[in-house]
């Protein structure tokens, strides 16, 4: 059983377009996250939900908007794609301390 | 805001020596300090944590110390084997006052047969 999912794996795209990544989990946390990694391997926090509520929302552009329909699901829409959206895209997701991490959405912008 | 350094970047160790990764922290309030390791092709999972009120703790072959009054904690592997090699993380935060964990930027460790 999966844990934290993410769909899809891997997501090639031209600049301009939209795209979406979904993130479920099935461990019954009530906060998840989501993380961009660079080509650095940094890990910056984007935005965190609790709840379905918006609690943290990091300097990211509007062009990003994450959305939870409920508990177990956190969605990411990335507007008008550029080439330095290219990362690797991870959720997360925790009920406290120890956060769970998805397997990640490498997104490659031509 | 929290600032996490990790040094260093790279570690390269031969197979059955020790590796040790340091990293510093700003913000005094912070209270959780976990290490994540992250596989090629994975996401980061967590190894070991300790918390504010404990200076030493051990699992196997890997230890983590912190120094509160110095405001910075270290990662111990022990008898390093090949498929230690990976992405360590160290991270900080002050849960749950606040539900943000900063990371420090990583260090690729390759444990050399």
């Known amino acids: 059983d999966t844990a934290v999912s993410q769909t899809p794996k891997y997501l090639v795209t031209q600049m301009g377009n939209d795209k979406s990544i979904k993130c479920e989990q099935n461990l019954g946390h009530d906060t998840m996250y989501w993380y961009k990694q660079d080509s650095k391997k940094f890990l910056k926090i984007m935005f965190s939900?609790?709840?379905?509520?918006?609690?943290i929302n990091e300097t990211v552009p509007n062009r990003f908007s994450p959305k939870s329909p409920d508990k177990a699901h956190l969605n990411l829409h990335i507007n008008s794609l550029e080439l330095g959206d290219s990362a690797v895209y991870f959720c997360?997701?925790?009920?406290?301390?120890?956060?769970?991490f998805g397997p990640g959405t490498r997104l490659t912008v031509l | 805001g929290e600032n996490v350094e990790q040094h260093p970047s790279t570690l390269s160790v031969q197979e059955g020596d020790s590796a040790v990764i340091k990293c510093t922290y700003s913000d005094s309030a912070s209270n959780y300090f976990p290490w994540y390791k992250q596989e090629l092709g994975k996401g980061p999972q967590l190894i070991i944590d300790i918390r504010s009120n404990v200076g030493e703790k051990k699992d196997q072959r890997i230890a983590v110390t912190l120094n509160k009054t110095a405001k910075h904690f270290s990662l111990h592997i022990t008898e390093t084997q090949p498929e230690d090699s990976a992405v360590y993380f160290c991270?900080?935060?002050?849960?749950?006052?606040?539900?943000?964990?900063?990371f420090g930027a990583g260090t690729t460790v390759t444990v050399r047969a």
């Open positions: 991270a900080a935060s002050k849960w749950p006052n606040d539900y943000k964990l900063s």
């Open positions: 997360a997701s925790t009920t406290g301390y120890e956060q769970f």
């Open positions: 939900y609790n709840n379905k509520e918006l609690i």
